[in-house]
């Protein structure tokens, strides 16, 4: 291979450019990506950047000086990919013939108000935090819609900066549908220790104010005071621009547990990929930093050589910091059936929990508990090893 194109330029497309070069690839290299920022990371943007903590230059995702010996076009999008031709199409009305493509398009925040009045936002890029945090002032009326972990970040920074600040989840307690109902009570109790107004299993109906936001209405008949606003609700992948590929799959592009597409030329990591695994027997998406950094040397090492010398089914892991603490998860809670704290209390806020089937645990959660989680996540990943005969991902 002589010309391979990297379609997106934030972590998952990052990381894999760098495991090209890592891994022997010589050749040229074309990363494209549609901000015209350089690339950057993205946890920080609902927590240090958003609180004025960080600076900009702290989050780029280059270290100084390194170029990866790449063409670098940003402020470009991909709009089409035409794999028999070995073809990406550009938005700047250039084509790229390429002999192999890494999909790492991302993805975007569901917004259900497509022309909202002034005050509204998601959080995805660094334009979206520069925005929101212009408007995050002392006594400014914050509602976040959605209590996932987005929402519950900007909540906590926003309540740091002396917002007023009102959650409100359709389900009846946050994070249930991933953690549980027990779970999801606790952070429900972060939030309310810290002054957050939480009101779940309701709906929004609407959003009041014709040009600037003043309030949100609720299913119920509520209305909620606001003069911002922050949809916290998922994503969706960015795969449209695939269209004619087969490969524009709505939940994102279907891999196996490797990142192979069926296109031998073609592999997809990030938040754009649903990777098949054997743990759950079906495709699934992971929106967390570490599947983007882990999974990337993966789909390279397959896309280079065909080498499955990585292991693709690595518990996946994912960390929130809410209020002063840290809440981590490891592995996959929806392939277990029971789950008992085994370390520290609830009580205390200081807690591990092990999700179990049947005697074999597939999942962690911990609040706190550091030194006990990494200690168990260790054992978890080399469980997962074990299974597969192979050894971890070193990225």
């Known amino acids: 291979m002589r010309r391979i194109a990297v379609v997106g330029a934030s972590l998952a497309g990052v990381s894999a450019a760098?495991?090209?070069?890592?891994?022997?690839?010589?050749?040229?290299?074309?990363?494209?990506?549609?901000?015209?920022?350089?690339?950057?990371?993205?946890?920080?943007?609902?927590?240090?950047?958003?609180?004025?903590?960080?600076?900009?230059?702290?989050?780029?995702?280059?270290?100084?000086?390194?170029?990866?010996?790449?063409?670098?076009?940003?402020?470009?999008?991909?709009?089409?990919?035409?794999?028999?031709?070995?073809?990406?199409?550009l938005s700047d009305g250039t084509d790229l013939t390429v002999d192999a493509v890494v999909l790492a398009t991302g993805a975007r925040p569901r917004q259900p108000w497509p022309d909202?009045?002034?005050?509204v936002h998601t959080l995805r890029t660094l334009a979206d935090a520069r925005a929101l945090r212009d408007r995050l002032r002392p006594g400014a009326q914050l509602v976040v819609v959605g209590a996932g972990f987005i929402g519950a970040e900007v909540a906590s920074t926003a309540r740091g900066l002396g917002v007023d600040v009102t959650v409100v989840e359709a389900l009846p307690t946050p994070l249930a549908a991933v953690l549980g109902e027990e779970f999801g009570a606790v952070l429900a109790g972060l939030h309310a220790a810290h002054g957050v107004r939480l009101l779940c299993g309701v709906g929004v109906s609407r959003l009041v104010g014709s040009?600037?936001?003043?309030?949100?209405?609720?299913?119920?008949?509520?209305?909620?005071?606001?003069?911002?606003?922050?949809?916290?609700?998922?994503?969706?992948p960015n795969v449209e621009w695939l269209a004619g590929s087969s490969l524009d799959a709505p939940g994102g592009v279907r891999c196996d547990a490797y990142g192979q597409t069926g296109i031998s030329t073609v592999v997809a990591v990030g938040d754009c990929a649903s990777w098949y695994s054997p743990e759950l027997g079906g495709y699934y998406r992971l929106e967390h930093w570490t599947a983007a950094r882990e999974r990337a040397p993966i789909a390279v090492s397959a896309l280079l050589s065909g080498g499955r010398d990585l292991i693709?089914?690595?518990?996946?892991?994912?960390?929130?910091?809410?209020?002063?603490?840290?809440?981590?998860?490891?592995?996959?809670?929806?392939?277990?059936?029971?789950?008992k704290v085994e370390e520290g209390s609830v009580a205390d806020l200081d807690f591990l929990a092990v999700y179990r089937r049947g005697e074999r645990p597939v999942a962690l959660l911990a609040l706190g508990q550091a030194r006990a989680f990494l200690r168990r996540r260790k054992q978890l990943v080399a469980e997962a090893a074990g299974r597969a005969g192979q050894p971890t991902a070193s990225g």
């Open 211 to 236: 040009v600037q936001m003043e309030g949100v209405e609720l299913a119920d008949g509520r209305l909620i005071p606001a003069d911002v606003v922050l949809v916290g609700v998922g994503v969706q």
């Open 18 to 89: 760098r495991a090209l070069r890592k891994q022997g690839y010589d050749g040229e290299l074309v990363i494209v990506g549609d901000e015209a920022e350089q690339p950057y990371d993205r946890p920080p943007l609902s927590k240090t950047l958003l609180a004025g903590e960080a600076d900009e230059a702290d989050i780029r995702l280059l270290r100084d000086g390194e170029t990866l010996d790449a063409d670098w076009r940003l402020g470009v999008s991909a709009t089409g990919l035409r794999p028999a031709d070995r073809s990406v199409s």
């Open 312 to 339: 693709a089914d690595r518990p996946p892991y994912v960390w929130s910091d809410q209020y002063g603490r840290t809440l981590q998860l490891a592995g996959l809670p929806a392939g277990a059936d029971s789950v």
């Open 116 to 119: 909202p009045p002034a005050g």
